[in-house]
């Protein structure tokens, strides 16, 4: 069974950052895309950032670059994303996502395995 848990969420001033992590277990001996993905109320889930499985291609949502770094370390099954210089428009459920292949991808039907998301909330 693969398991996604991603942590590092909280509350944050705005101009601050944050660390988020993602674990993954039960996909070690597979080739996995990861990426990240948010959803604030009233929106619909949106991209914010892939990697492909050897770390060395990676994609920004516009709204993220310069101020988010996605990076992962696949001997330990895991999908950062750091986040610096946030904003209030930030705030945001973010959700680690996994998917078969070496490539990421912008869609979110292109994901098989997702966490539970962790909040990030940054005040003004």
């Known amino acids: 069974q693969v398991q996604l848990v991603e942590s590092g969420g909280g509350l944050v001033q705005a101009g601050g950052s944050l660390r988020l992590s993602c674990v993954a277990s039960g996909l070690s001996s597979s080739t996995y895309a990861m990426a990240w993905f948010r959803q604030a109320p009233g929106k619909e889930r949106e991209f914010v950032a892939g990697i492909s499985w050897s770390g060395g291609s990676k994609y920004y949502a516009n709204f993220v670059k310069g101020r988010f770094t996605i990076s992962r370390d696949n001997a330990k099954n895991s999908v950062y994303l750091e986040m610096d210089s946030l904003k209030p428009e930030d705030t945001s459920v973010y959700y680690c996502?996994?998917?078969?292949?070496?490539?990421?991808?912008?869609?979110?039907?292109?994901?098989?395995?997702w966490g539970q998301g962790t909040q990030v909330t940054v005040s003004s």
């Open positions: 996502a996994a998917r078969g292949g070496i490539y990421y991808s912008t869609a979110m039907g292109d994901y098989r395995y």
